[in-house]
Structures are given as C-alpha cells and as structure tokens.
C-alpha cells in the first residue's frame, strides 16, 4: 500500500473523508479488534494487529496478506516495545492506536477465594493498555487518534465480574484525563462502550448481542466526528438512564 508522505496528507482527503490512516489494533485477531481491523482495511488504512496466540495471527495474515500481524502479549513490556518497533519498522509511523485487547473474568465474591490470577486481570484490562498508549506517544507524540475500547460496564459494574467493572471503569478515568491533557495538540483520544457484543468471548452467553461490525462501524463514525465517546448499538440508552433511571440500569445489570 502507498502511504501519503506527510501526516496531513494522511489524515484528510479534500472530502474530509479519514483515509490511509497507519492503525495499530491491540488484540486484533478475533471478535470487535477483528472487526475493527477489517473496517479500517476497508477505509484503505494501513492495519497492524498483535494477539497471542500464533493461529489467530495466521489466520489474520491469511485474511489480510497486506496487514501485520504481530505477535505481542500486551503486558509483556518487552513484547509491547518489540511490537512498537515492528510497526515502525513496516510503516514509518503511527497514526491511530487502539486499545482493545481485554476480557472479563467472573468473580465471585460471596464464595471462596475470588482473586485467582487478578494481577494478570488488571493488568490486561487497565495498566498494559496505559503502559502501552505512553509507550506509543514518547515514540510518536503527534499521533492522531487513540481508542479505547472499555464497556458498557465502565459505568455500571456487573455483579459477577465486578473487577472487570472496577478495570473498565480505571480505563474509562484515564481516557478523560488524557482527553483533556493530549487536547492542545490535537490528539483525538475516544472511549468506545460496547453493550454485549457477539464474539468468541460471549460464546456461552445467550441473550441479545450486538454484531461486532457494529461496534466497528460506531468506532469509525465517532473517530469521523471526533467524538469523546461512542456508545454502539442499546448502549446508547446508557448515559440517559444513569441519569434519569439508575435503578432501573441496576435491575437491567443484574441479570446480564
Ligand atoms: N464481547 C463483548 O460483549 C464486549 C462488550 C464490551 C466490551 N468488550 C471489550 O472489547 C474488547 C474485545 O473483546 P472481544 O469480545 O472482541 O474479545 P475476544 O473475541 O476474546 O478477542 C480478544 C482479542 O484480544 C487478544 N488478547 C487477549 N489477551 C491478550 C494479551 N494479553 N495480549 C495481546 N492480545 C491479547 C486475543 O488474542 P489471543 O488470545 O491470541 O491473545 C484476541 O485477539 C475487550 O477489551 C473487551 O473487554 C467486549
């Protein structure tokens, strides 16, 4: 892919339309990243993923032969700095990072231990994705846009993972401080709230879920827009009825 020479040139076509963007997908192999990467592939960006597991990654190379497909485990400072240096190395910069890689891990507390592996819990949900978006801006401070992807339950906790609810919410403060902090130089930073959304991760839930290319296409129009927040599919009722509704919102949670 022939990528334009300058970072404006990057960002806006004379339509206004984002294009040729250098987009970096943490956990990119699977469920709303993949989306997501196919997405901005579609948009004619530039797509670098990293995951785990080197089947998923194949899989993705085999999809996408145009995409890097890095394998990275997040919390692993020195893979997030060999990941960092891969997509340099590939495309010369950055434009856009997004911090997706997450899962949610049921806890409960009423019984016995429920800290098994909460360390490692934290860490993929709330410090790797800070550690890594620092990382990022000391390498390329004037990166355009940076993603999040939280939850719905960044705002309410679930009961039965309430330190996914206590992670998500960490990551939900630090992307409104650093909103406020990258704003003088134009850095773009978007929190996405997924509602349950249909991927791997939900497989043995049933109930309603959102289709993962809608909470790409959500991605996309809020990053369009400079949106600080995007709520895909119901989870858009959310901001309302924490407002007018909380206990109703408590009642809905209680059973997801
Ligand atoms: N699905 C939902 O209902 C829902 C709702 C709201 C928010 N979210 C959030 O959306 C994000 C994506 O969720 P999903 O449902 O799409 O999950 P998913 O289908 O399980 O995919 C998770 C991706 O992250 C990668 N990953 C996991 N741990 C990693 C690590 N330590 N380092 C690097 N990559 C790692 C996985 O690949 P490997 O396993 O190979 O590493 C995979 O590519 C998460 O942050 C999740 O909390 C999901």
């Known amino acids: 892919m022939d990528l334009p020479a300058s970072p404006q040139q990057a960002h806006r076509t004379v339509t206004g339309k984002a294009t040729s963007r250098v987009v970096l997908i943490t956990g990119g192999t699977s469920g709303i990243g993949l989306s997501l990467a196919d997405s901005f592939l579609r948009e004619g960006d530039a797509v670098a993923v990293c995951a785990r597991s080197r089947a ?91 993603v999040f992807v939280t939850s719905g339950f960044a705002l309410i906790s679930p009961t039965r993972a309430p330190t996914y609810g206590a992670a998500k919410a960490g990551l939900h403060g630090f992307a409104e401080g650093l909103r406020r902090q990258l704003a003088p130089r134009g850095t773009h930073v978007l929190e996405v709230l997924p509602p349950t959304t249909d991927t791997p991760a939900t497989a043995a839930k049933t109930g309603p879920k959102l289709p993962p290319a809608e909470v790409a296409e959500a991605t996309i129009r809020a990053l369009r827009e400079r949106r600080p927040m995007a709520f895909p599919g119901n989870a858009k009722l959310m901001p309302a009825l924490l407002r007018i509704a909380p206990r109703t919102l408590d009642r809905m949670v209680a059973k997801l």
Do not use: M, Y
């Open 56 to 146: 998923g990654l194949d899989r993705f190379t085999e999809k996408h032969p145009d995409g890097l497909a890095v394998q990275a485990d997040v919390t692993d400072p020195q893979a997030r700095t060999a990941l960092l240096d891969a997509v340099g190395e590939r495309f010369g910069r950055l434009d856009v990072l997004i911090n997706n890689a997450g899962g949610l891990v049921e806890r409960d507390f009423s019984a016995d231990d429920a800290t098994a592996a909460l360390d490692q819990e934290i860490d993929l949900n709330l410090t790797a994705p800070i550690h890594l978006t620092g990382e990022t801006l000391r390498r390329w401070p004037d990166l355009s846009a940076i």
